[in-house]
T-cell receptor, first 112, second 115 residues
Framework: GAGVSQSPSNKVTEKGKDVELRCDPI?????LYWYRQSLGQGLEFLIY????????KSGLPSDRFSAERTGGSVSTLTIQRTQQEDSAVYLC??????????FGPGTRLTVT | GNSVTQMEGPVTLSEEAFLTINCTYT??????LFWYVQYPGEGLQLLLK?????DKGSNKGFEATYRKETTSFHLEKGSVQVSDSAVYFC??????????????FGTGTLLAVQP
């Protein structure tokens, strides 16, 4: 079956611009996660959605970052006024159960 | 807080050599433990998992045993192949008290297998 998909696969943006990253989870998975992979910080948790519960935003690095999940399916991660330190690969994962997370291919964001 | 420590890479081996990548963790509660693999140019893939002490996860010839007494989850393979060349990440998640179940990752270990 189809895995987690993310778009775009690559995004180059100028410092100060806003960007939106999209994640389509595996159908039926109730939990959705965003992570960031960067050279300096490794793999970091950003935000978690579970069903209709309030999201866990504890990993978002600043108030320039936000995310939403519409209809319990597709999620969008928005970064406002991008900075060079936002350059990273942004990974989305979904999960049907408490233990296993399935990752998408990621969006490589480059801020120039 | 919870954390994962894994051995620094790169690890360079010849084909058919024995592989060990060390992973230790610090956690409150009773975490589940995972190994993820990232092949060149690809996303993270779950390699194996263990959800309680003394469980052994295994897949594709790789094994790891959840050792609570030593807080370790070392990855092993008896005979590596060139196709195993990738970055390996040890990770934990902690459901204790209804936590988010976010994954906490180690820094990753690059494995390079030479023919």
């Amino acid at each position: 079956g189809a895995g987690v998909s993310q778009s775009p696969s690559n995004k180059v943006t100028e410092k100060g611009k806003d960007v939106e990253l999209r994640c389509d989870p595996i159908s039926g998975h109730t939990a959705l996660y965003w992570y960031r992979q960067s050279l300096g910080q490794g793999l970091e948790f950003l935000i978690y959605f579970q069903g209709n519960s309030a999201p866990d935003k504890s990993g978002l690095p600043s108030d320039r970052f936000s995310a939403e999940r519409t209809g319990g399916s597709v999620s969008t991660l928005t970064i406002q006024r991008t900075q060079q330190e936002d350059s990273a690969v942004y990974l989305c994962a979904s999960s049907p159960a408490p233990y296993e997370q399935y990752f998408g291919p990621g969006t490589r964001l480059t801020v120039t | 807080g919870n954390s994962v420590t894994q051995m620094e890479g790169p690890v360079t081996l010849s084909e058919e050599a024995f592989l060990t990548i060390n992973c230790t963790y610090t956690a409150t509660g009773y975490p589940s433990l995972f190994w993820y693999v990232q092949y060149p140019g690809e996303g993270l893939q779950l390699l194996l998992k263990a959800t309680k002490a003394d469980d052994k996860g295994s897949n594709k010839g790789f094994e790891a045993t959840y050792r609570k007494e030593t807080t370790s989850f070392h990855l092993e393979k008896g005979s590596v192949q060139v196709s195993d060349s990738a970055v390996y990440f040890c990770a934990l998640s902690d459901l204790n008290g209804g936590a988010t179940n976010k994954l906490i990752f180690g820094t990753g270990t690059l494995l390079a297998v030479q023919p």
